[in-house]
């Protein structure tokens, strides 16, 4: 939007859309309202073609947490305002692993963001994740401003929450 | 409410491998949970860090079960724990003589418990090759002969 000379920037805001439920453990995902997939499916449909192995291995790791253990803090990589699954590779040993930025809202509700194979330790000098990193920062510090109500692992007001996509 | 069918999907394409993998990195991150809780010294993953001369951050890794260790990474944890903490079947037999999987037919799972003692367990799924994990009450569940179950529980 133009305003007098100034460039005005528009918010684009994402909606919740849920991606499993387990016993113990919903994963949802966000979709930005200008986006043609969610940002989970968009890792996943990236990632496949990148590394599917480690796509499964990830995916099925978080089938168990869901079902077994629930999603605490222990079994994630804290990423300043939001966590990471992390590689199932060792970064020193292979120089790549792949990253899925995610917010803990509790050990029962999981936000999935996006992600890639990071090629460096610091995700800020990475060019590969640096986008998915700083977009999950500020996706997870919106996160946890809203209220979300529940029943166990599902968020009752999916449709009251959205947040500020870019 | 509607799912997206990620996870289906990607179920489809898994193998026992990548389940494997998993699941015995969970396995392994809470036998270090444990040893964590019952050393005399080492308690903590600052502990295990120091001892086993490693970055907190690479314990943390270990802990989440989804970690590629080394054999290098186990025998240390071997070393600083003062035990082994992975039993191969050839080494259970040799300790419990007993043979915990021994193979499959169609859709049943033979397990033999201790010798002439043979238990059917029905699988999980048919996809599966064997059922991956079998617990204690599994294999008690499933025992039907009185005298072998007594056998077990005495």
Not at chain 1, 2 to 16: P, V
Not at chain 1, 122 to 151: G, H, M, S
Not at chain 2, 60 to 88: A, P, Q, W, Y
Not at chain 2, 142 to 154: A, Q, R
């Amino acid at each position: 939007m133009k305003f007098f000379g100034l460039s005005l920037k528009e918010n684009i805001f994402a909606t919740f859309e849920c991606v499993k439920q387990y016993d113990k453990v919903g994963y949802y995902t966000i979709k930005g309202s200008t986006m043609p997939i969610s940002e989970f499916k968009d890792f996943y449909k990236r990632m496949s073609q990148e590394d599917k192995d480690q796509v499964l291995k990830i995916i099925y790791w978080l089938s168990v947490i869901g079902n077994e253990y629930g999603a605490m803090p222990d079994y994630f990589r804290p990423e300043r305002n939001c966590h990471a699954v992390p590689p199932p590779i060792e970064i020193t040993q292979q120089s790549i692993a792949m990253r899925l930025y995610c917010y803990l809202v509790d050990e029962n509700i999981v936000v999935l963001f996006n992600g890639g194979l990071k090629t460096n330790n610091n995700p800020e000098k990475c060019p590969n994740v640096r986008q998915y990193f700083k977009k999950a920062q500020k996706w997870a510090i919106n996160t946890r401003d809203l209220i979300i109500q529940r029943d166990k692992t599902r968020i009752t007001n999916l449709d009251d929450l959205q947040i500020v996509y870019a | 409410m509607r799912e997206d069918n990620i996870f289906d999907e990607a179920a489809k394409d898994m193998t026992l491998e990548h389940k494997f993998f998993v699941n015995f990195g969970f396995s392994f991150a809470k036998q270090i949970r444990y040893e964590l809780s019952v050393h005399p010294h080492i308690n903590t993953q600052k502990d295990l860090a120091i001892a086993m001369k490693k970055t907190e951050s690479e314990i943390s890794r270990m802990l989440t079960g989804l970690h590629n260790l080394t054999l290098d990474s186990i025998s240390k944890l071997c070393f600083v724990f003062g035990k082994e903490l992975i039993l191969t079947d050839l080494m259970a037999q040799e300790k419990y003589n007993s043979t915990l999987a021994t193979g499959n037919e169609g859709n049943m799972i033979f397990i033999n418990i201790t010798i002439n003692q043979f238990i059917i367990l029905p699988m999980r799924n048919n996809n599966d090759e064997y059922q991956e994990t079998v617990t204690l009450q599994d294999l008690f569940d499933s025992m039907p002969i009185l005298p072998s179950k007594e056998l077990m529980l005495s």
